[in-house]
């Protein structure tokens, strides 16, 4: 088994899920289990200047060049944490060897599936070698797969000092799942002049362009009243809720868009009489487009607001990021025609296309640190139906060695 695929299914089997409703950074202790692990195995390796800030839960690494140029130092970054969207504990790994091309049964007891008919791109990979998970929990692939690949590529050039690269430097950082990513990431520390998240799906794919992002929470205080004296006393704050979200354009929810079309995308709501709230998350490509959106959820606030009196209803919206694209595409180009060409040269297409989602690569990219995201070789991230391609993986830290000797 090689290197890269050996990492993964140990590192999958770490829980890291983070939590959004945690105000602790990281937000859940348990993502220190890999992060101490990893910091161990960059040691036993040979890394250098190996460092783990055992506070905020940060691993940094580097490789000093071996090819005599005093170059830029490349940076590669992935994230330690899963989605909080479904469980990462006790997951079980399975790899597929020589996939037929057809479903897969993934827990026969619970008759739970993974169907072509429903996820059709997996035909495109009969003949290779499948990770799957029981189907009871995520694989882990966003963003374990990343992070194997970066530790089998400084492996690599550890184990082969006679192979030339620049100078390297790598990080691995907490709660990319929940926005927080990059709070405390410490850019000196780090030290690279540009750098790739390695945090994409299939391979190939090659990314600098993200939503534009924001939050929105939506409080409404109500009146609530024996509903026998109701009339014109009771305001009911719970309905009041249901009116706010059928009042936002229909047509902009995430199940009726795609590609660089944005959404006003309702995440929950729940409450009572008295008091209710919705959050919302907003995100479009476009920057003077995501401007409009939020207005949209400000004005609809403000309409209601009119409606049931001042104070039923606060609106609390935030930005989350921008698209790093307003900083890659100036400048920094020669970081997308870098790992094009590296692709080319592997077989590898180049598939350019926006992120319909960010990355932390996204807020560094702002921060001063030019940061597009390259592929890991996974899908369906999130959920139970999660799988990467064992292939992908090795061809891709191929694609990081050769990136790392420009």
């Known amino acids: 088994m090689s290197d890269v695929i ?4 140990r590192y999958v089997k770490i829980d890291t ?10 937000s859940t202790v348990k993502q220190h289990d890999l992060a101490k692990l990893l910091y161990n195995e960059l040691l036993e390796m ?3 200047d190996v460092v783990y800030d055992t506070e905020n839960c940060y691993v940094y690494a580097k490789l000093n060049s071996n090819d005599g140029r005093n170059s830029k130092t490349l940076g590669f970054i992935s994230h330690m944490d899963t989605s909080p969207e479904a469980s990462g504990k006790n997951v079980a790994p399975r790899i597929i060897e020589n996939y037929d091309g057809e479903d897969i049964i993934l827990n026969s007891e619970e008759d739970i599936v993974l169907k072509t008919s429903v996820f059709p791109e ?12 029981d189907g009871t929990t995520l694989l882990g692939a966003d963003d374990k797969a990343g992070i194997s690949e970066i530790m089998s590529m400084l492996k690599y050039f550890i184990s082969h000092p006679e192979v030339k690269h620049g100078n390297i430097a790598v990080a691995f950082t907490p709660d990319e799942e929940i926005g927080a990513g990059t709070d405390r990431f410490d850019l000196k520390q780090f030290g690279a002049d540009h750098a790739y998240t390695v945090d994409g799906g299939g391979i190939g794919e ?24 109701a009339k014109n006393k009771m305001i009911n704050a719970a309905r009041i809720a249901a009116e706010f979200e059928s009042m936002l354009p229909h047509e902009q929810k995430a199940e009726f868009t795609e590609g660089r079309e944005g959404f006003i995308q309702l995440m929950s709501i729940n409450g009572t009489t008295e008091y209710a709230e919705l959050t919302y998350i907003i995100r479009d490509h476009d920057r003077k487009k995501f401007e409009q959106k939020k207005e949209t959820v400000a004005k609809t ?16 919206i935030k930005d989350t ?5 307003e900083k890659i595409e100036p400048e920094h180009m020669y970081l997308i025609e870098n790992a094009c060409a590296c692709m080319k040269e592997l077989g590898i297409e180049p598939k350019i296309k926006p992120i319909r989602g960010g990355t932390d690569g ?27 391609c064992a292939d992908s993986m090795e061809k891709i830290t191929e694609l990081l060695i050769k990136l790392s000797g420009i």
């Open 122 to 133: 997996i035909k495109a990979y009969k003949g290779q070698r499948l990770i799957v998970t």
């Open 6 to 9: 050996e990492r993964f299914l």
């Open 17 to 26: 899920q983070s939590s959004e409703e945690s105000k602790t950074h990281p």
């Open 321 to 325: 990021y921008y698209n790093m694209r």
């Open 362 to 388: 996204s807020s560094l990219s702002f921060k001063g640190l030019p940061c597009p995201n390259i592929c890991t070789g996974g899908h369906n991230f999130h959920g139970r139906y999660e799988y990467c």
């Open 301 to 316: 606030a403000e309409l209601l607001e009119l409606r049931y009196g001042k104070g039923t209803i606060v609106s609390d």
């Open 46 to 48: 040979g890394a250098e």
């Open 206 to 229: 090659l990314e600098y362009e993200t939503f534009n992002a924001a939050s929105a929470l939506i409080r409404i205080h109500g009146v609530n009243v024996h509903t026998g004296e």
